[in-house]
Nanobody, 121 residues
Framework: QLAESGGGLVQAGDSLRLSCAAS????????MAWFRQAPGEERRFVAA????????SYDDSVKGRFTISRDNAKNTVYLQMNSLEPEDTAAYYC????????????????WGQGTQVTVSS
């Protein structure tokens, strides 16, 4: 089971750090990713990290602003989000994959329940 936390309501330009904690399983051998979904839109890839942290991928819309990281000892993945924009408003989900780093949502299972991030202008 994966559980996201750290969302909230912030102003444009602010920062947030999301956490995704795993319970009942280890994330050590899995690629991990963050996706986001705004109301009325499909779930979209944000960032992914390989099991050892050596391979990382970002969507172009967050490059230079967001940083994904992981602590396998704590069974937790993070998403540091800086310079937030209103367009970043969405529910953010973490997910695990047995595949190498991928932006394809169907390659990920399980998923967390999501945490809401709202950025006001």
């Amino acid at each position: 089971q994966l559980a996201e936390s750290g969302g909230g309501l912030v102003q444009a330009g602010d920062s947030l750090r999301l956490s995704c904690a795993a319970s009942g399983r280890t994330i050590g051998g899995s690629s991990m990713a963050w996706f986001r979904q705004a109301p009325g839109e499909e779930r979209r890839f944000v960032a992914a990290i390989s099991w050892n942290g050596e391979n990382i991928s970002y969507d172009d819309s967050v490059k230079g602003r967001f940083t994904i990281s992981r602590d396998n000892a704590k069974n937790t993945v993070y998403l540091q989000m800086n310079s937030l924009e209103p367009e970043d408003t969405a529910a953010y989900y973490c997910a695990a994959s047995a595949y190498i780093v991928t932006s394809i949502a169907s390659h990920y299972n399980p998923w967390g329940q999501g945490t809401q991030v709202t950025v006001s202008s």
